[in-house]
């Protein structure tokens, strides 16, 4: 008998092996997608400071490949049936290409923000293993050595990464307004002391994201990825993780990061107790508690601060009409760059933001694990949009709906598990039958 199950087993290792090295190739791809997705800048940064001055065309065209690249990578998987973030981004399409025909003008970069929402949800879907934490483990540890690179020798950064020079380039952000003279992205240095120890002299750092405002948002998903997937990092990963990240918060001093991974933590202490439908009531809430903070407390728009931004926010709410609601109208576009909530409206119709809402988080989660992860992505979006629309940049934004992707693939592994392994019949009631019970055991002899 051994020796024929020996070809079987063989058999068996041929067809195990190349289905283990068509999961490392998918795995690279996925890695250098979002690697990708995150350091682009950097590189272009690299290249307007070192080689060639650039526009705004290569940074176009370098996104456009990633998602592109990101799209088709979850098509090509075979078997694959389309769900609901396939339908969602052809009524995204659909509705960018209606509303550009209802203003008579077309700006790509409105469909570019919320396209990326189902692209990397469904890439992150395409994630299996558990070598995706190793990697955005490396991934976390280079962003924090860039950071102490900066905060250490702000003059080398910026010899080889001249960023002030790379936005005004690129985007026409222009600094010489500004008291940021060490050649940084303007918002480095605030009018005002730091918020998270005012007696540390250093500025904002920015790491490879080239600005703090994305180093406070990525500081939030590596909270959520640490916090969510807890259980299945190791435990060095888990030490340095957690002072890289607390490292990270404090040089990016971010308010909307600190205010942000307190709730997330906790969320995460109180997640049993909290309802299956919390992440879609977010968004209500937050609105809800901005206008009810405002109308109490009497806050007033124009102070660069977190009240002054969020009565700021209400007030483009109030001023909005039909026409913005519907997203005809792109009058108030350049008012709500501090009103997230306002611009998702506005660039999409409220009718298509609620659609985008509810097709994220109208349908629960089933494991632990992915429910916390899908509230805390909840929780993030809704502080993040009272007062900014930052967290649509790629260099986050391919993170974040990575993570939630992944967070569905596992819940629905798990539901499919659930079904197919069926309980031991202790757990549903059933006496497990004892053999010969109340009779004599029956003697076996040998014989020669």
Known sequence: MLTRALPHAKNAAEFTAPTMNGERSSGRRLDSLLWASVLFNLALCFVDTNFATLGPLPVMGVEALILGAALLVPLARGGRIPGRMDFLLLLLFANFLLLSILRQSIDPKLFRDVAIIPIFVLLGMASTGAAFHRRFFWLLI??????????????????????????????????????????????????????????????????????????????????IWLAGFWREISRPMKVAATFAILLLLIGSDSRMASLTCVAILIAAAARKWLPSVAPVLMAPIVIAAMFLTVHIFGLRAGNDDFPGRIAYAVEVFRDSGLDDLAGISLDQMATVQDAGFAYIIISQSLIVALIIWGSLFLKPMATPKSRFIHLAVALYLALNLTVSWSLFSIKTAALLWFLLGRAIRDDQDERRDAVTDPPAPEAIGVSRPRPFAGQPAPSFKMSR
């Open 142 to 223: 280079l962003i924090l050595a860039f950071a102490i690179w900066e905060a250490i020798s702000v003059e080398s950064f910026v010899s080889v990464f001249s960023v002030s020079d790379y936005f005004a380039h690129t985007r026409g952000t222009f600094t010489q307004d500004w008291t940021v003279d060490t050649g940084l992205y303007l918002s480095s240095v605030r009018p005002e002391t730091r918020f998270l120890f005012a007696n540390l002299p250093i500025h904002r750092l920015s790491s490879v994201f080239l600005e703090p405002v994305s180093l406070g948002n990525y500081v939030i998903i590596a909270t």
